[in-house]
């Protein structure tokens, strides 16, 4: 019998499995993929999502960012850089098999290659059905990611808020990555709800597209279309295969995390930042949690996962709730949005700190309302060339 199966070794289960094994628990991690595996991702990890790991991961850092160039639907580009680094791009094949190594190395049980397909929460256990046999654990830790088998049993509600995204890898060599400038390239207004980047790798870049699936629809391939034909850097170069994934946003206090012996973190959790869909940060910080609580289960009197709940509503939810203050003023109004940030670039100095985790989302979403609410005019201005010509609105 494991003190704790995990289910998923993104960066979510590996956290929780590695800090559990840390504290001496005997854990078992299952992925149904064998490592390294490909993972649809931009592949920027935070400083915050850096620090928070605790390690040094120089050894799969591909470099580090510094500046952002900004676009409104590929025009009016605005490049707003930073004295210090704001996040690093890595590939998520080579990241996520540092971190299962990190947890192997801890102590972890790690079972690559064994798909879970169904769990029984008992009164004193959990059972885990996998590919290959039957095992049993004290709690259960969902973190398998986006379409989460866990989840499922611990909540059934339908949920429709979760962004999609379309990404492909490019081969590039150095000249098409050094267009770039060093700085990550972020386009508003070609996707509605959302938005197109390019992150440079060591050898090539990481193209994507998300926006909200109520607003995209099946239109996501168009819109992927139209970014790339805008975008310069990209002339000439062979975009290649492309991949489609969901990005499940968080979408209110009420979402459940936890039932019974069984909790669910990463995205799994549907832990991630509405605004700028960041996940990796909080699947660490959640997998922190995750273990955190588990750990009280076994050693308090109560024996349940029910302050994984408190601790989210502590530590994440009032962020996230932050964040989607900030995604409706943006992305409801995105040409406005564009407007004000090229009067005031300082306002991304501010939102690098939150990336940083220098500054809370909150203490930014309150800076950017009250530049509204100190120049209403404006605001209304840029409303109303947004009413009286709705084609250049999204
Ligand atoms: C297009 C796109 C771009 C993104 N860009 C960024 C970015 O630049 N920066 C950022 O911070 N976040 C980004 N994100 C979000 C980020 O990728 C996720 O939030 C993060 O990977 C979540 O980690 P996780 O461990 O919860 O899940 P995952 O990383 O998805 O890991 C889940 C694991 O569970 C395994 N699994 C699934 N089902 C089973 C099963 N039944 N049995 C066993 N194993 C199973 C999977 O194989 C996988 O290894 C992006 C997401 C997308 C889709």
């Known amino acids: 019998m494991y003190d704790a199966v995990v289910v998923g070794c993104g960066p979510a289960g590996t956290t929780a499995a590695y800090h559990l094994a840390k504290k001496g628990l005997k854990v078992a991690a299952f992925d149904k993929e064998k490592f390294p595996r490909y993972k649809s991702c931009g592949g920027c990890v935070s400083v915050k999502g850096k620090k928070a790991l605790g390690f040094d991961i120089t050894d799969v850092v591909e470099n580090t960012v510094r500046g952002i160039t900004f676009s409104y639907k590929s025009a009016r580009t605005l490049a707003i850089d930073s004295v210090v680094p704001i ?46 046999g039957v095992y049993e654990g004290l709690f259960l830790i969902g973190a398998d990611g986006a379409a989460s088998v866990v989840r499922r049993g611990v909540e059934d509600r339908p949920y429709t808020n979760y962004h999609i995204s379309l990404t492909a890898e490019v081969k590039a060599d150095k000249e098409a990555v050094e267009r770039l400038g060093g700085r990550y390239l972020v386009d508003f207004g070609t996707i509605p709800h959302g938005y197109g980047w390019i992150f440079h790798k060591r050898e090539g870049l990481s193209i ?5 699936y109520c607003r ?11 970014f790339v034909e805008g975008q310069d850097t990209l002339r000439g170069l062979n975009i290649g295969e492309t991949r489609g994934w969901t990005i499940p946003v968080y979408h209110g206090q009420a979402q459940r995390a936890f039932k019974g012996r069984v909790l669910v973190a990463g995205d799994a ?24 609580a588990v750990c ?33 003023l943006i992305y409801n109004y995105p040409r406005i949005w564009y407007r ?9 100095h501010d939102y690098y700190s939150v990336i940083r985790g220098d500054t809370g989302c909150g203490v930014f979403y309150e800076e950017l309302s009250s530049r509204i609410r100190k120049k209403p005019w404006k605001f209304l201005r840029g409303l109303l060339g947004h009413m009286l010509n709705p084609s250049e609105a999204i």
């Open 340 to 348: 004000i940030l090229e009067m005031n670039p300082s306002l991304m």
């Open 216 to 226: 995209v629809g099946n239109r996501i391939r168009d819109y992927f279309k139209c």
């Open 87 to 132: 996040g690093y791009s890595v590939m998520r094949d080579s990241f996520d098999a540092f971190l299962l190594d990190k947890a192997r190395l801890a102590g972890a049980h790690i079972l690559e290659g064994e798909r879970v397909s169904r769990f029984t929460d008992r009164a004193d256990s959990v059972t885990v059905e996998t590919s290959k």
């Open 269 to 292: 959790g549907h832990l991630v930042d509405p605004f700028l869909g960041e996940g990796i940060y909080y699947a660490i910080k959640s997998g922190q949690l995750a273990a955190s």
């Open 208 to 212: 994507g597209i998300a926006g909200l």
């Open 296 to 328: 009280a289960a076994i050693d308090g009197p109560r024996r349940d996962l029910s302050c994984y709940e408190d601790m989210l509503r502590a530590e994440l939810y009032g962020e996230f709730e932050a964040s989607a203050g900030i995604e409706r």
